[in-house]
């Protein structure tokens, strides 16, 4: 049981360069969601989704895409770099489940990226 | 909406010392509140949350944390620190599994 990962752990572009940052759990989550971390603001929420072919904005979802296909995959894009991109992004999966909620979220290990 | 405050950005504390870290939210509607915990370098874990009940919460790792719904708060709290404490610890408020809205992190550095 890998838990959730994420491909990959550095990456460096230059600004308009676009890419795919790869995330995948293998816990049968229904609910997975991109956050950034930047020095002094915590994590903030750029895009989640509550189950495949389901996906909606966060705070801060200019400049990216997303889309869930599968319940294990959900990458995430960067269309056009930005040097205000750069930071530490984090995947993370939760469980549905009936009745009350409150189920924690499970991280991956993040994705340092640089913008230059 | 939610929003989280956390009360100091930087802890320094002896080994061996209690800790405290402070939590402020604020939330129209009832919540969840977590506490996450990231090492050096890795992602954030799980220390402990509240969902109802007693308002006094144990955690992993010895860590607990009072929930006061008069002040908003969710105050996080360690007896007794040790060198494998120092990280940085999130404070975060959800009122569904999807969402979360976290504080800005309090480094915690803990010194022999």
């Known amino acids: 049981n890998a838990g959730v990962t994420q491909t990959p752990k550095f990456q460096v572009l230059k600004t308009g360069q676009s890419m795919t940052l790869q995330c995948a759990q293998d816990m049968n989550h229904e609910y997975m969601s991109w956050y950034r971390q930047d020095p002094g603001m915590g994590l903030r929420l750029i895009h989640y989704s509550v189950g495949a072919g389901i996906t909606d904005q966060g705070e801060v979802p200019n400049g990216y895409n997303v889309s869930r296909s599968t319940t294990e995959d959900f990458p995430l894009r960067l269309l056009s770099a930005a040097p205000s991109q750069t930071s530490v992004y984090f995947c993370?999966?939760?469980?549905?489940?009936?009745?009350?909620?409150?189920?924690?979220?499970?991280f991956g290990p993040g994705t340092r990226l640089t913008v230059t | 909406a939610q929003s989280v405050t956390q009360l100091d950005s930087q802890v320094p504390v002896f080994e061996e010392a209690p800790v405290e870290l402070r939590c402020n939210y604020s939330s129209s509607v009832s919540v969840y509140l977590f506490w996450y915990v990231q090492y050096p370098n890795q992602g954030l874990q799980l220390l402990l949350k509240?969902?109802?009940?007693?308002?006094l919460v144990k955690g992993i790792n010895g860590f607990e944390a009072e929930f006061n719904k008069s002040q908003t708060s969710f105050h996080l709290r360690k007896p007794s620190v040790h060198i494998s404490d120092t990280a940085e610890y999130f404070c975060?408020?959800?009122?569904?599994?999807?969402?979360?809205?976290f504080g800005a992190g309090t480094t915690v550095t803990v010194r022999a």
């Open positions: 993370a999966s939760s469980y549905r489940g009936g009745g009350t909620g409150g189920h924690e979220q499970y």
């Open positions: 975060a408020v959800s009122d569904n599994d999807y969402k979360l809205s």
């Open positions: 509240y969902l109802s009940g007693s308002t």
